[in-house]
């Protein structure tokens, strides 16, 4: 079953640091660029990061540049977000999704799984 499953969500105060891990199964996740995205309660779904194939390309949303820093470790089939300098507006299930090659911005593939929530609070 082709799949991939984040993990890393807790609850954090703000200024804090977390690391989610989004881990495939069933295929080779080198071949694919690998977005995060989240979704904070009553909002629409928002693009965070990227990360081109082989990890020479990443993008950001403003919201967390210089914050967070995508990174991916083929060899072990996982791709990371480090949050860093957590903010309350940060809280949000946090989701991973491929794309249709090695680039950013092409058509995502694959269906939304589980999530990990991210709950930034004193």
């Known amino acids: 079953q082709l799949q991939l499953v984040e993990s890393g969500g807790a609850l954090v105060q703000p200024g804090g640091s977390l690391r989610l891990s989004c881990t495939a199964s069933g295929f080779t996740l080198d071949t694919y660029a690998i977005g995060w995205f989240r979704q904070a309660p009553g909002k629409e779904r928002e693009g965070v990061s990227c990360i081109s194939g082989r990890g020479g390309s990443t993008n950001y949303a403003d919201s967390v540049k210089g914050r967070f820093l995508i990174s991916r470790d083929n060899a072990k089939n996982t791709v990371y977000l480090q949050m860093n300098s957590l903010k309350p507006e940060d809280t949000a299930v946090y989701y991973c999704r491929r794309y249709l090659s090695v680039r950013c911005g092409t058509p ?4 939304w ?8 609070s004193s």
Do not use: N
């Open 108 to 111: 995502l593939i694959g269906s």
């Open 113 to 120: 799984g589980q999530g990990t929530q991210v709950t930034v």
